[in-house]
């Protein structure tokens, strides 16, 4: 694949050409018959000079053009799977720890669910523990006094009972509350084999109604109105439809 060389002297005269045909439009004053043809010709001219620039720019990076899309090409063939098997590795992952957070914060509203049902048999049981401890201590006294032994017997073991019952609920609470902790989502970074993947959160949209969506967020298809217009359409609410006229140089 042969790529043309342009010299600097080329450049230079195409770049002259362009020069004297500026300055002699800036010289046209289009104010009657003859000077109309006189800007004609030259627009012709400039049009003509326009083809033969754009024609050698053509000339170099044609080849060039090529030349690239050959490489995207032949590279893209080997990054195509890194591709699929890097969005499949992404999707699993992701699709992971998706299952993983989502499990954990089941685990977590259950745990909390299980603490305030815990801390209230806690609260409850703190109570009788303290009724049954006072009852207790009456009792002993009276048998002190010379009452029912057996009484104060009786409520020793009901206070015995339900200082038990308070430390069981206390358990329940602690238990509840290492469960809360433990109820985490996977690691938001890892490392492994040198390489490190951080999953971070970021706000995406999904277009449901695009006939709800505000007018500042939409844009006016220009290039289906420009269709539109040359196939024949002159009537379309909110444009209006005008003829322009443009000269057609040859």
Do not use: C
């Not at 057996?150 to 290492?178: L, N």
């Amino acid at each position: 694949m042969e790529t043309e060389i342009m010299t600097k002297p080329q450049l230079d005269d195409l770049a002259g050409e362009a020069t004297a045909l500026e300055r002699r439009a800036a010289a046209i004053v289009v104010a009657d018959v003859g000077s109309l043809s006189a800007a004609t010709a030259l627009l012709g001219d400039v049009a003509q000079a326009s083809k033969t620039v754009e024609a050698r720019r053509v000339s170099f990076v044609k080849p060039l053009n090529e030349h690239v899309k050959w490489i995207n090409s032949l590279f893209k063939r080997i990054t195509e799977p890194l591709d699929r098997v890097d969005l499949a590795l992404r999707e699993k992952i992701l699709a992971y720890r998706k299952r993983v957070t989502a499990e954990a914060e089941a685990e977590r509203r259950k745990a909390e669910a299980e603490r305030v049902k815990a801390e209230a048999i806690k609260k409850a049981a703190e109570v009788a523990q303290r009724k049954a401890d006072a009852q207790a201590k009456i009792a002993a006294l009276d048998a002190e006094l010379g009452g029912d032994a057996g009484v104060a017997e009786r409520s020793a073991v009901v206070a015995a009972v339900a200082t038990q019952t308070a430390q069981d609920a206390a358990w329940a609470v602690t238990k509840a509350d290492h469960a809360i902790l433990a109820a985490v989502p996977p690691p938001r970074i890892v490392t492994a084999g040198g390489h490190q993947a951080m999953a971070r959160k970021r706000w995406v949209f999904e277009v449901k109604d695009a006939r709800a969506v505000p007018r500042e967020f939409l844009v006016v298809d220009e290039k289906a109105i420009r269709k539109a217009v040359a196939a024949g359409v002159r009537e379309i609410p909110g444009v209006v439809v005008f003829e322009q006229e443009e000269l057609a140089v040859g």
